[in-house]
């Protein structure tokens, strides 16, 4: 009986030294986890937002390198002087490449609006329908901001499709001091 005593006292010390590990060691261990767990969902929940944040940054850094490239061509069509010879070139040749015939360019008196100087252009000339329409689409694709303000077209002949056509167009260019 001795042993059995021995034995249940044995098994009793066991199971209380297993308890006490469990209530000292395991749990705080199962809490200590369940805090760090806590902490790395909040991190994570951080690094979304920053991670959100940092793309709403770089989507918001892309347009403005598309603004500044639309400044800089905007710049670049509204230029800081009349530089009328250089347009008066570039027209010409529009002009030759659309074949357009009997070509007639009066450029009028500048004035200013809203703080851009404002060169308004008569011209005159025969040509097709095609070739009105492709002088159109080049006066369009030049670099520098021109407007064409009117247009007037009437058939030369009867029978024939030659037109003849008037137009003013505003060529635009940035006020300073000279000017």
């Known amino acids: 009986m ?3 005593r021995q034995q249940l006292a044995t098994g009793i010390g066991v199971f209380c030294i297993l308890g006490a590990f469990l ?3 395991v749990k705080p261990q199962n809490a200590r986890l369940s805090e760090l767990r806590q902490q790395v969902a909040g991190l994570k929940l951080q690094i ?6 940092g793309s709403a940054a770089l989507a918001t850094e892309l347009r403005l390198q598309q603004c500044n490239q639309r400044l800089a061509s905007m710049e670049h069509s509204i230029p800081t002087n009349v530089r009328l010879g250089p347009f008066l070139e570039e027209l010409s ?3 030759a490449q659309s ?8 450029p009028e008196s500048p004035y200013a609006v809203d703080g851009l ?5 008569r011209m005159s000339f025969e040509s097709s329908f095609t070739s009105l329409y492709d002088f159109l689409k080049r006066v369009e694709s030049m670099d520098r901001m021109v407007y064409v303000e009117q247009i007037g077209t009437k058939r030369q002949e009867e029978g024939t499709a030659s037109l003849a056509t008037e137009l003013t167009m ?10």
């Open 99 to 106: 074949k357009l015939r009997h070509v007639d360019v009066s």
């Open 170 to 179: 505003h060529v635009f260019y940035e006020l300073s001091e000279e000017n």
């Open 48 to 53: 979304d937002n920053r991670t959100h944040l």
């Open 2 to 4: 001795g042993d059995g």
């Open 117 to 121: 100087g404002v060169l308004p252009i």
């Open 23 to 25: 209530y000292f060691v």
């Open 93 to 95: 040749k529009s002009s």
